[in-house]
């Protein structure tokens, strides 16, 4: 996945901030869970460092789905998105890449 996606999700959980009508919030859910759900893949592997943050992209991709929606209240929600969104930036190279 190139790293400009990557910056493209992380300014979609950023936006997610502001009051915006709900087709555009499911157009940003698919977006997150498909970058959360490959960064798990790419860092899933026996033995690998990254193990570890596989596991914490699964639980964001889980927590973005956008077939079952995780009902949280605001305050939690806009916490989830800030951290998301820092997370991929943070981690944009494990994403685009996998396990380096």
Do not use: K
Not at 7 to 21: G, I, S, V, W
Not at 28 to 46: D, E, K, M, Q
Not at 53 to 82: K, M
């Amino acid at each position: 996945m190139p790293v400009q996606m990557v910056y493209a999700t992380a300014a979609l959980l950023f936006a997610a901030l502001f009051p915006l009508p709900a087709g555009y919030l499911e157009i940003i859910h698919v977006v997150v869970f498909g970058t959360f759900g490959w960064g798990a893949y790419r860092n899933l592997r026996p033995g690998s460092p990254t193990l570890l943050l596989a596991l914490v992209y699964a639980v964001f991709a889980v927590l973005f789905n956008p077939l079952s929606h995780v009902s949280l209240p605001d305050p939690a929600r806009i916490g989830l998105c800030i951290a998301g969104a820092i997370l991929l930036v943070v981690t944009r190279r494990h994403i685009a890449h996998g396990a380096l």
